[in-house]
């Protein structure tokens, strides 16, 4: 074998199941595409947004019982589960109030069913994955559970930046941390990946004030979180575990 050929499957997620939470949304519909692209077999998971989606399950990431439902019926459908990538987003529907405004039981809200949400669903995965020797946890977090936002981009929209989001995504963060190291001798590593902005019909003045701050110049757009997704999901990324993988143009590192 010479070394070129020992490589031939490094980035392959080939004969793997994966699940993708939040699969109908702006980065879920791209994430299963990569996923399906590197060969995984791949279960579309969401509340709603299904139609047309194949293989798929619904799946509450706010509800527990739901959660474990759903994963269990892809065990018993495909037989196993190797991948999940939780890239749902919940929120309630005063979401985006500004931080003097916001309401502290929607604060609670949408901790809970964010960030509780991932806790339930990586937890859930990494039980079954245990089981069956391992598996890839990816959550998706943000440069928000990193670096504070810079306000002066939101100036003179509707936009602004939920004090929540630091919580949640803080916490996406940390727990994912906890989970690589207690679920690590089971085999089972789970990572994050930070995405910046991405690009989605925000008002002009937004997008170029953004643009501004970062280095590569631009705002991501859905296809730039997928390769790292991909990365940490398969056995390119067998090492590497209790990570969080920024994927924001050069934003945080100013
Ligand atoms: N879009 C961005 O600019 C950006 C930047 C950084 C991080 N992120 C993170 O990426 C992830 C995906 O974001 P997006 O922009 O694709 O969001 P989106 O709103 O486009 O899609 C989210 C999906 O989650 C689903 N969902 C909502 N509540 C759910 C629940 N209780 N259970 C299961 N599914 C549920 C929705 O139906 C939707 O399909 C989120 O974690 C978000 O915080 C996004």
Same mark, same amino acid.
């Not at 939040?22 to 509340?47: H, K, N, P, S």
């Not at 269990?72 to 529907?93: E, F, M, S």
């Given at each position: 074998m010479t070394a070129s050929?020992?490589?031939d499957t490094l980035f392959s997620c080939a004969g793997r199941v994966a699940v993708v939470t939040g699969a109908a949304g702006l980065l879920g519909r791209e994430i299963c595409a990569g996923l399906a692209a590197a060969g995984a077999e791949v279960w579309a998971a969401d509340v709603s947004g299904l139609e047309g989606l194949d293989p798929s399950v619904v799946l509450d990431v706010s509800s527990e019982e739901s959660v474990v439902r759903a994963l269990d019926q892809v065990v018993t459908r495909a037989g196993r589960l190797d991948i999940l990538v939780n890239c749902a987003y919940p929120r309630t529907a005063d $979401? =985006?109030?500004p @931080?003097?405004?916001?309401?502290?039981?929607?604060w609670l809200a949408n901790v809970d069913s964010h960030l509780g949400g991932y806790f339930a669903t990586s937890r859930a995965a990494a039980r079954l994955m245990s089981a069956s020797g391992g598996g890839s946890i990816v959550n998706l977090a943000s440069i928000y559970g990193v670096v504070g936002p810079s306000y002066e981009v939101y100036e003179g929209t509707d936009m602004t930046m939920p004090s929540a989001y630091a919580a949640i995504k803080g916490g996406i963060v940390s727990i994912t941390r906890l989970l690589a190291t207690y679920f690590g001798p089971a085999g089972v590593r789970c990572n994050c990946v930070s995405p910046g902005g991405v690009e989605d019909r #925000? !008002?002009?003045?937004?997008? #170029?004030?953004?643009?501004?701050? %970062? !280095? @590569?110049?631009?705002?991501?757009? !859905?296809? *730039?979180?997928?390769?790292?997704?991909?990365? @940490?999901?398969?056995?390119? &990324?067998?090492?590497? %575990?209790?990570?969080? @993988?920024?994927? *924001? &143009? =050069? $934003?945080?590192?100013?």
């Amino acid at each position: 074998m010479t070394a070129s050929e020992s490589y031939d499957t490094l980035f392959s997620c080939a004969g793997r199941v994966a699940v993708v939470t939040g699969a109908a949304g702006l980065l879920g519909r791209e994430i299963c595409a990569g996923l399906a692209a590197a060969g995984a077999e791949v279960w579309a998971a969401d509340v709603s947004g299904l139609e047309g989606l194949d293989p798929s399950v619904v799946l509450d990431v706010s509800s527990e019982e739901s959660v474990v439902r759903a994963l269990d019926q892809v065990v018993t459908r495909a037989g196993r589960l190797d991948i999940l990538v939780n890239c749902a987003y919940p929120r309630t529907a005063d $979401w =985006g109030a500004p @931080l003097e405004s916001e309401e502290y039981a929607s604060w609670l809200a949408n901790v809970d069913s964010h960030l509780g949400g991932y806790f339930a669903t990586s937890r859930a995965a990494a039980r079954l994955m245990s089981a069956s020797g391992g598996g890839s946890i990816v959550n998706l977090a943000s440069i928000y559970g990193v670096v504070g936002p810079s306000y002066e981009v939101y100036e003179g929209t509707d936009m602004t930046m939920p004090s929540a989001y630091a919580a949640i995504k803080g916490g996406i963060v940390s727990i994912t941390r906890l989970l690589a190291t207690y679920f690590g001798p089971a085999g089972v590593r789970c990572n994050c990946v930070s995405p910046g902005g991405v690009e989605d019909r #925000q !008002p002009d003045s937004f997008r #170029q004030r953004y643009e501004a701050l %970062t !280095p @590569l110049g631009r705002m991501a757009q !859905p296809r *730039d979180i997928v390769g790292a997704v991909v990365f @940490l999901a398969c056995d390119a &990324g067998a090492y590497v %575990t209790g990570h969080n @993988l920024i994927v *924001d &143009g =050069g $934003w945080s590192a100013r």
